[in-house]
Nanobody, 123 residues
């Protein structure tokens, strides 16, 4: 079983940057598709970005294209989300997700989840 632990969340001013990390432990996760989702109170968990097993393919939600970058270091079992030009509406709990098959942009495409890390954009 793979366990996912997110870190790097915090308070950031609009226009600022933050890098989230998701470290996987347990069985090797280097063959897993990985993704980031986010959720605000009372709303569904929304797709943010995804990356395939070797980092050769990435895709993003329209709301974050050009501002966020997903990457991975399989040697460190870690996936990153670099967030630039943050906006107040980026405020959410960010979750890391993994899938052993192919991933995707839907919540149902993933069967492994971390506990989440809070990102707050505030002036």
């Amino acid at each position: 079983q793979v366990h996912l632990v997110e870190s790097g969340g915090g308070l950031v001013q609009p226009g600022g940057s933050l890098r989230l990390s998701c470290e996987a432990s347990g069985r090797t996760s280097s063959s897993y598709a990985m993704a980031w989702f986010r959720q605000t109170p009372g709303k569904e968990r929304d797709f943010v970005a995804a990356i395939n097993w070797n980092g050769g393919s990435t895709f993003y939600a329209d709301s974050v294209k050009g501002r966020f970058t997903i990457s991975r270091e399989n040697g460190k079992n870690t996936v990153y989300l670099q967030m630039n030009y943050l906006k107040p509406e980026d405020t959410a709990v960010y979750y890391c997700a993994a899938d052993q098959v192919r991933g995707g942009s839907l919540y149902s495409d993933y069967n492994l989840w971390g506990q989440g890390t809070q990102v707050t954009g505030s002036s």
